[in-house]
Antibody, heavy 119, light 106 residues
Framework: EVQLVESGGALVHPGGSLRLSCAAS????????MNWVRQAPGKGLEWVSF????????YFADSVRGRFTVSRDNARNSLFLQMESLRADDTAIYYC????????????WGPGTLVTVSS | IQMTQSPSSLSAFVGDGVTITCRAS??????LAWYQQEPGRAPKLLVY???ILQSGVPSRFSGTGSGTDFSLTISSLQPDDSATYYC?????????FGQGTKLEIK
């Protein structure tokens, strides 16, 4: 069974840093591109970041570029999102999601982890 | 690429059919997916490549469209169809979502 489980969400002060993790199981993690998507409280979905299966290619939303980095450890079936210079508008549930080749949709999502940026 | 969904909300009775539309600000071929999100849950993939039903999704759900105009139709509504529905373009990064359509089942 495919499972994605995020962790690392917390309350952090503006300007602070946080590292989110996503543990994958039930599939060959190294074969799949992965994404991070976030959802502010009561708001819609916002795509945040992409990383290719090998980790060699990454993309970011304009809203986080230069502040967030994405990485993965295929040996440990783990995806990471390093977040720096956090702002109040980064407050959201952060989901990791698996991207499939055909059509590139996100077919599996984790339950999400909550990041709150507040003083 | 901006994605505009309509309506933003709608309500319907059990057994009714509804259609949600999604318009892209530029052509995206058939690179569009639809997701369903129940309150407090992660999104669930319903349709990809504009019209291909994800495995396990009831055939009451169907997607059509290409280029800039797309639609998701749900026929014979069931109580557990109450959710928010999002479209997402997968043609180019950033992979933008529509703003969502909240469906209430009366």
């Amino acid at each position: 069974e495919v499972q994605l489980v995020e962790s690392g969400g917390a309350l952090v002060h503006p300007g602070g840093s946080l590292r989110l993790s996503c543990a994958a199981s039930g599939f060959r993690f190294s074969n799949y591109d992965m994404n991070w998507v976030r959802q502010a409280p009561g708001k819609g979905l916002e795509w945040v970041s992409f990383i290719s299966d090998s980790g060699s290619t990454t993309y970011f939303a304009d809203s986080v570029r230069g502040r967030f980095t994405v990485s993965r450890d295929n040996a440990r079936n783990s995806l990471f999102l390093q977040m720096e210079s956090l702002r109040a508008d980064d407050t959201a549930i952060y989901y990791c999601a698996r991207e499939v080749v055909v059509g590139r949709p996100f077919d599996y999502w984790g339950p999400g982890t909550l990041v709150t940026v507040s003083s | 690429i901006q994605m505009t969904q309509s309506p933003s909300s709608l309500s319907a009775f059990v057994g009714d059919g509804v259609t949600i539309t999604c318009r892209a600000s530029q052509g995206i071929s058939s690179a569009l997916a639809w997701y369903q999100q129940e309150p407090g849950r992660a999104p669930k993939l319903l349709v990809y490549s504009a019209s291909i039903l994800q495995s396990g999704v009831p055939s009451r759900f169907s997607g059509t469209g290409s280029g800039t105009d797309f639609s998701l139709t749900i026929s014979s509504l069931q109580p557990d169809d109450s959710a928010t529905y999002y479209c997402q373009q997968l043609n180019s990064y950033p992979y933008t979502f529509g703003q969502g359509t909240k469906l209430e089942i009366k």
